[in-house]
């Protein structure tokens, strides 16, 4: 299996931040990338695929880059909405993994 | 819109049979453009992909629980099931169904999410 791992686990920031998670994979997994949010009590949501680019109605604020085996999320000004915990996902192949995840909070 | 809807026993016995529904609406479970998930994520904690299946009753599981896991689907009802037999407590956690891009592995609609406890 591929493992993903991401850091930091946890990040304080304040409402208008440049915030940046990265997610690491154990061997190359191309561009094949999805990062998700997930608020609490709720379902996971498709941010952002093959590493960089957004999902239909994503803010723009939210980015992607990275391939091979580095990857980073950036939320170029975070908004009350964003905090939330971001996970990424690899899916070059079977079977998909997640990262641990990353809890954005608040300052 | 696309919705998709868990349901089954929020309470399961060790050593038996958690047995979950995705109902799905908006969107029929054949069209040829998807795969439907289970993903499960114990409260507080990250995500498992258990498996995907197509309309045509094709699978493929998480070999960390293939051999306890059945994902099957109804077309004529159009939802899609799952079956983990002989639960233990690491079993509980939240059930998510989803639905995948076939051309891609990412999950772009989600179910609400069930809590399943494995108890005596």
């Known amino acids: 299996d591929i493992q993903m791992t991401q850091s930091p686990s946890t990040l304080s920031a304040s409402v208008g931040d440049r915030v940046t998670i990265t997610c690491r994979a154990s061997?190359?997994?191309?561009?094949?990338l999805a990062w998700y949010q997930q608020e609490p009590g709720k379902a996971p949501k498709l941010l952002i695929y093959?590493?960089?680019d957004l999902e239909s109605g994503v803010p723009s604020r939210f980015s992607g880059s990275g391939s091979g085996t580095e990857f980073t999320l950036t939320i170029s000004s975070l908004q009350p909405d964003d905090f939330a915990t971001y996970y990424c996902?690899?899916?070059?192949?079977?079977?998909?993994?997640f990262g641990q995840g990353t809890k954005v909070e608040i300052k | 819109q696309v919705q998709l809807q868990e349901s089954g026993p929020g309470l399961v016995k060790p050593s038996e049979t958690l047995s979950l529904t995705c109902s799905v609406s908006?969107?029929?479970?054949?069209?040829?453009?998807?795969?439907w998930a289970w993903i499960r994520q114990p409260p507080g904690k990250g995500l498992e992909w258990i498996g995907d299946?197509?309309?045509?009753?094709?699978?493929f599981y998480n070999p960390s629980l293939k051999s306890r896991v059945t994902i099957s689907v109804d077309t004529s009802k159009n939802c899609f099931s799952l079956r983990l037999s002989s639960v233990a407590a690491t079993d509980t956690t939240i059930y998510y169904c989803a639905r995948r891009l076939s051309h891609r592995g990412t999950f772009d609609y989600w179910g609400q999410g069930t809590l399943v406890a494995v108890s005596s």
């Open positions: 093959k590493a960089s």
């Open positions: 061997q190359s997994i191309s561009s094949w």
């Open positions: 996902q690899q899916y070059n192949s079977y079977p998909w993994t």
């Open positions: 908006g969107v029929s479970i054949s069209n040829t453009h998807y795969y």
């Open positions: 299946v197509y309309y045509t009753g094709s699978t």
